[in-house]
């Protein structure tokens, strides 16, 4: 059974940092593209960044570039998810997801009803 484990939300002031991790098991890591989703109250689920099944690719929102930075390793099945320059509009769950569909394609994130997600870890910006 395939298992994400996220952690390192949490309460941040604007500008600040944090680093989220999101540790995987019950499949081969580095089979798939792994990466990270966020929702926000009332809105939609939206693509943060992914990077490539061998690390050879990393993409980013727009809203993010610049700002956030991912990274994996597959010694230890994780994936992180470095935030700098918080703002008030990054407060939001964020997911970690990986599986056989999910990626990036033509300008979006995408995934599909086979690939697995964690259960999410609370960010919060304040202003």
């Known amino acids: 059974e395939v298992q994400l484990q996220a952690s390192g939300g949490g309460l941040v002031q604007a500008g600040g940092s944090l680093r989220l991790s999101c540790t995987a098991s019950g499949f081969t890591f580095d089979g798939y593209a792994i990466g990270w989703f966020r929702q926000a109250p009332g809105k939609e689920r939206e693509g943060v960044s992914c990077?490539?099944?061998?690390?050879?690719?990393?993409r980013y929102a727009d809203f993010v570039k610049g700002r956030f930075t991912i990274s994996r390793d597959t010694a230890k099945n994780t994936v992180y998810l470095e935030m700098n320059s918080l703002e008030p509009e990054d407060t939001a769950v964020y997911y970690c997801?990986?599986?056989?569909?999910?990626?990036?394609?033509?300008?979006?994130?995408?995934?599909?009803?086979?690939?697995?997600w964690g259960r999410g870890t609370l960010v919060t910006v304040s202003s």
């Open positions: 990077i490539s099944s061998k690390a050879g690719s990393e």
């Open positions: 997801v990986t599986g056989p569909t999910f990626g990036y394609y033509r300008g979006s994130f995408v995934y599909g009803n086979n690939d697995a």
